[in-house]
């Protein structure tokens, strides 16, 4: 579908139609739905309201490039352990002290929006669930790359990654991964630049209205 055929007014409205394609889940015991933090969690919040399933993160890391941030070179995993895009690491020196600077930033990140959202609650339990992994969409797709291995350590029934957006090529590269059993994604569109440009509305969301979701939906 053309990002000509369809806008989403905000985070919310995409989560609503995703809701709509999921239906087959909706009051299912089995089903949890994960949102990355943070757009992601708007949008998983509107999902797992409407299937009437439990809501938690899954907590992962963009790691960019030195020379330019917005390039993802790979994403750290909810336990702190890099997953590379392999491409990338043929051509750079992932060893380098700038880069190894960028991971141990990242990874203390991700430790303390682990502990912020979280207050000391242990996650959800995955074993043997229906995961439902919510993202606003996918630029890179590394960061649901990190969630999918995350998520994949304890061997959910099933994983089913649902996004509003991305590009064909991601949405088929996260598709064809394994462990991945469905990934829906509303709007495949080969000339994709950015996640925003999908938007009417694409604010940025803060850690408070990430914990506010995460209390309202249990």
Request: hydrophobic share 45%.
């Amino acid at each position: 579908m053309s990002r000509f055929q369809m806008m989403f007014e905000d985070r919310a409205d995409a989560g609503q139609r995703l809701a709509e394609q999921l239906k087959e889940y909706k009051e299912k015991n089995n089903v949890i739905v994960l949102g990355l933090p943070r757009g992601g969690v708007v949008v998983a919040a509107e999902v797992a309201q409407d299937l009437q399933a439990p809501l938690d993160v899954v907590v992962v890391r963009k790691i960019g490039s030195a020379a330019n941030p917005e390039v993802a070179i790979g994403a750290l995993m909810q336990d702190g352990t890099v997953l590379w895009d392999k491409e990338l690491a043929k051509i750079l020196d992932l060893h380098s002290d700038e880069v190894e600077q960028i991971v141990d930033q990242e990874r203390e990140e991700l430790v303390r929006r682990l502990a912020q959202y979280r207050h000391g609650r242990g996650p959800l339990k995955l074993g043997n669930k229906i995961v439902i992994l919510v993202d606003d969409g996918l630029a890179t797709g590394m960061t649901m790359r990190a969630a999918i291995k995350t998520v994949q350590e304890q061997k959910p029934l099933k994983i089913i990654v649902a996004v509003p957006v991305a590009s064909n090529i991601q949405a088929a590269q996260i598709r064809g991964m394994m462990g991945v059993d469905d990934c829906l994604c509303l709007i495949e569109d080969p000339t994709f630049r950015s996640v925003g440009q999908y938007y009417n509305h694409f604010a940025q969301v803060n850690d408070e209205e990430v914990e506010t979701l995460l209390h309202i939906v249990k």
